[in-house]
């Protein structure tokens, strides 16, 4: 049954790291695997060999999520937009009791500085949501030769490390940096497109690395004001995937139905997951 779960866990987050505003690393929060990821990422051995089935079960979920579901993905949030994204706005929400319980492990207390932390941390994500949602994005489609290597390189490795920090969104990243839609018809399993897969997957794995290392690294040191952080930037992305068609239709109400789902299951999630306190 855990090999099952660790499936689960792994294609979720790679199905939502494939959606613009929401954040695998939320994801992992929710499911409770956060610190075994980040310690296999950032090439703990110890933490590797400890958990190595449970890594290898979870990568096999997070490449068929990644790769399985792109046409899935792109399908449901075409004909179903408001109701996906609230359902993931749901599963974010219901993260929240699970990151105060993680953030209070070790018998720390938020102060003012935890505040103002969190409040810049979410006015970043909004800031960078509005720019997206006012066009404000570069566009890939027409880079070419050593400019589009660096530009793919470039998105892949700063999506990568979003990917892992709860709250961001690595796909949004790739929005930002205009390469999203072109990466994402670059997977399918029928046109696939090398020139941009190999500069884009070296990127990520290079981001994937430094990223979890770095995170690893505040995670020892400044574990409160990181969960603070954390906390702003969650908050932050619920208004980044707010739906633009959210009103009084049927569609939202569907989307409020699918949202209270999303929500329960993470408080569940997060009532059975043990509080991290290895970090």
Not at 73 to 102: C, D, H, Q
Not at 124 to 153: M, N, P, R, W
Not at 156 to 174: D, H, L, N, R, Y
Not at 239 to 260: E, M
Request: proline share 2%; with cysteine; charged share 10%.
């Amino acid at each position: 049954m855990q090999y099952f779960l660790a499936i689960i866990y792994g294609l979720v987050f790679g199905i939502a790291n494939i959606i613009p505003g929401v954040s695998g690393g939320t994801m992992l929060v929710v499911f409770g695997c956060y610190d075994k990821v980040c310690g296999a990422l950032s090439l703990n051995l110890k933490e590797i060999k400890k958990n190595i089935v449970f890594l290898i079960f979870f990568g096999i979920g997070a490449v068929i999520g990644l790769l399985g579901f792109a046409v899935m993905i792109k399908w449901l949030f075409g004909e179903f937009p408001t109701e996906t994204y609230m359902f993931f706005m749901g599963l974010i929400a219901g993260s929240v009791p699970l990151i105060l319980r993680n953030a209070k492990a070790r018998g720390e207390k938020f102060n003012l500085l935890c505040n103002v932390i969190m409040v810049i941390a979410g006015a970043i994500v909004i800031y960078l949501s509005v720019l997206e949602k006012s066009g404000y994005v570069a566009s890939a489609a027409d880079a070419e030769g050593i400019g589009a290597f660096l530009l793919f390189l470039t998105a892949g490795f700063t999506a990568a490390v979003a990917m892992i920090i709860p709250g961001v969104s690595g796909s949004f990243i790739m929005v930002l940096f205009g390469t999203y839609e072109v990466v994402i018809s670059s997977i399918h399993i029928h046109s696939l497109n090398f020139a941009v897969i190999i500069p884009t997957a070296i990127g990520v794995i290079a981001g994937l690395v430094l990223g979890a290392r770095l995170i690893t690294f505040l995670m020892k040191r400044f574990r409160i004001f990181v969960f603070s952080a954390i906390l702003g930037l969650v908050a932050g992305s619920l208004y980044a995937i707010l739906p633009s068609g959210i009103g009084t239709d049927i569609h939202t109400v569907i989307g409020l139905l699918t949202l209270a789902v999303g929500f329960a299951i993470a408080v569940i999630v997060g009532k059975k997951t043990k509080t991290e306190e290895s970090v």
